[in-house]
């Protein structure tokens, strides 16, 4: 499965039409980490931190590769902007509402937004894993759709209120699978490109964001 030009991502209108009712190596070592039920395990810590920034890079890591593979190394599809910013999915990005930017920096809206950004990837993640043919491939989004989780674990340890936590809606998710694994095969293809780089974007977002003091 390969991309091959900056041109190749242009048609991409029809994604926009398919979806608007719809509200990476061998297998790693997952991240795991244990939890307590310490009275301040919702208060940062130093450790956890380090923990979270950790995990951060070692799924970004593993997402580059994954793209690199996908795209054949070719430069053109693994920097296009274009391709994501026309892009139809509505797929978790910042905003300056988020509070993970500079201008109006709130470490504890940013986590909480990194939090449900990524509860919100995972029904992508699990459609990329059921797309893919190739074992290998298999075992290497389901370990960084692994590790995501074991991420989004160790941040419901820092969002003070897990309350305003927005899970994704277990119909909506639905709808949104099956509208996904209808397209043809050169419509998967892009979608799968847009889906991981978008998702590492979110993830450089939310680790330059968390390493603010």
């Known amino acids: 499965m390969k991309f091959h030009s900056k041109s190749t991502f242009c048609p991409l209108a029809f994604l926009g039409l398919l979806l608007v009712t719809a509200t990476a190596f061998p297998t790693s070592e997952v991240l795991r980490e244990d939890f307590t039920d310490d009275a301040n395990q919702n208060r940062p810590t130093h450790a956890s931190s380090q923990k979270i920034e950790d995990q951060i890079s070692y799924i ?5 590769e994954l793209r690199k593979e996908l795209c054949g190394n ?7 902007e274009e391709a994501v ?3 139809k999915l509505n797929l978790p990005m910042m905003t300056l509402k988020d509070g993970c930017f500079q201008t109006g920096y709130n ?3 940013c986590i909480l937004k990194v939090t449900s950004g990524l509860l919100e990837f995972q ?3 699990e459609y990329i894993h059921n797309t893919f043919q190739d074992n290998e491939k298999k075992n290497r989004i389901r370990d ?5 989780k074991s991420l989004i674990q160790n941040l419901k340890q820092q969002v003070k209120n897990p309350d305003k936590i927005v899970f994704p809606s277990p119909t909506a998710n639905a709808t949104l699978l099956e509208k996904l694994q ?3 095969n050169w419509q998967k293809t892009m979608t799968i490109n847009i889906i991981l780089r978008s998702l590492e974007d979110f ?3 939310s680790l330059r964001a968390l390493r603010k003091p």
């Open 123 to 125: 029904i992508y993640l």
């Open 85 to 87: 910013s026309e892009n």
């Open 144 to 148: 960084v759709q692994s590790n995501t």
């Open 182 to 184: 209808s397209q043809n």
């Open 203 to 205: 993830l450089q977002f």
């Open 74 to 80: 070719d430069e053109n599809c693994l920097n296009n």
């Open 60 to 64: 970004l890591k593993e997402i580059l």
């Open 107 to 109: 470490r504890d809206t």
